[in-house]
């Protein structure tokens, strides 16, 4: 097979044998003639499979997880999540991080939790507490790795041995590394979650999930919830998502290097209290991901020492956009306590660290010296 940027690069490339095209045709077909009757082209209707998409999940699978693996595609990171968490039945207990991102934290408290699914969050960077959550009816671990906004990093190998020991599912949220940089199904997990929105994408141009699992069942029962609820990605946003990926390696690079220069130099400077990235050798998680990644990301999140400072950060910057989400080329910053995480308790998110003084960035591909530059001006 083919090593993982050649993969991504040349990823559609070779699919139109008809006319040779270069980029994956944009299939706009809800449907597909049999060729006769019990016959099929291996399209019949595009909710269960269209070929843009196809190869879209074709392509995540291999970069994932190699041939075993399956991928699904859906029309966003939540869809995604959400045919996962209907794998469970009433009575099943889930474990989760605690600084989870706030739109999963919404669709776990607010809807599965209605159909008797039981949640409970824990500092999933702490295996002994994981470990502690672990009763009869535990059916799964969901954690994010590294978690949001505060880059909290879990022991995948542990927490999925421990898992399974106890017949429950490891899921992992890898949206902030992504498969370039740590792969949790190598390291135990059972399924791969994706907002692709983010870095995947990595164009701020599309919404999209994914969900890959290297296990035959399970890659049953996903592919079965994707046709019979039918959350599916459309041919134009699998399109675009193709597209992203086949220089996610190359930004991913760039945003990283980016990212780390900036945490040193937010981590030197008089109004900044505390910077939050793994890659710093300070940050409580560095040591565990350089052994369980081959690099830190380029979320990087830090405390001013003033809340009425915030208001002018983000009215003021001028490189940095205030906008949510992440992963994009363009460099972003938010608030977590009002922008992403919002439907966590206040109380509850004192207790994580998402206070009034912390931002958030998401470190896009643009000169290091404009982003420092920027920062200089409104840190004042
Ligand atoms: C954005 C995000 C999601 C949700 O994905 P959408 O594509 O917005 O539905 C889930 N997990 C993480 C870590 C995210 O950043």
Redesign the pocket.
């Known amino acids: 097979m083919a090593k993982l940027d050649t993969l991504l690069a040349q990823a559609g490339s070779r699919w139109d044998e008809k006319t040779g095209a270069v980029s994956m045709p944009v299939y706009y077909s809800s449907t597909f003639r049999h060729p006769g009757l019990g016959q099929s082209t291996g399209y019949d209707y595009s909710r269960t499979a269209n070929p843009t998409r196809s190869v879209l999940e074709q392509t995540l699978a291999l970069a994932e997880g190699g041939t075993p693996a399956r991928a699904f595609a859906f029309s966003?990171?939540?869809?995604a999540?959400d045919a996962i968490a209907r794998l469970f039945k009433p009575g099943d207990r889930i474990v989760a991080t605690e600084d989870l991102?706030g739109?999963?934290y919404r669709l776990f408290e607010k809807i599965f939790r209605l159909y008797g699914i039981e949640f409970v969050y824990v500092n999933t960077a702490d295996t002994a507490a994981v470990q502690q959550t672990f009763t009869a009816e535990v059916a799964a671990v969901f954690v994010?790795v590294p978690s949001?906004p505060l880059l909290n990093v879990a022991d995948i190998r542990t927490i999925a041995d421990l898992a399974a020991r106890k017949g429950a599912l490891t899921i992992v949220?890898n949206?902030?590394l992504t498969f370039c940089r740590q792969r949790p199904l190598e390291l135990g997990a059972d399924i791969v979650v994706y907002?692709?929105?983010?870095y995947l994408g990595g164009h701020d141009d599309v919404?999209?999930?994914i969900a890959i699992t290297a296990k035959p069942d399970l890659a049953e029962k996903i592919g079965f919830m994707q046709n019979a609820a039918g959350a599916i990605l459309g041919p134009q946003d699998s399109w675009l998502l193709l597209r992203g990926l086949k220089t996610l390696p190359l930004r991913l690079a760039r945003q990283e290097e980016n990212a780390r220069a900036l945490a040193r130099w937010l981590a030197r400077h008089p109004r900044v209290t505390n910077v939050f990235y793994p890659g710093l050798p300070e940050h409580p998680g560095h040591e565990l991901l350089k052994r369980q990644a081959s690099g830190f990301g380029a979320m990087v999140s830090f405390e001013v020492d003033d809340p009425e400072m915030i208001k002018g950060i983000l009215a003021g910057v001028q490189v940095f956009m205030f906008a949510e989400?992440?992963g994009g080329v363009e460099s972003l910053i938010t608030f977590p306590a009002v922008q992403t995480h919002a439907d966590i308790a206040p109380d509850v998110r004192e207790r994580l660290g998402i206070n009034n003084r912390l931002l958030r960035l998401s470190v896009g591909i643009e000169d290091i010296d404009d982003l420092c530059r920027d920062l200089e001006e409104v840190l004042t």
């Open positions: 966003s990171g939540l869809a999540i991102y739109g999963t994010e949001n949220d949206t902030f907002s692709a929105t983010k919404v999209a999930g989400s992440l």
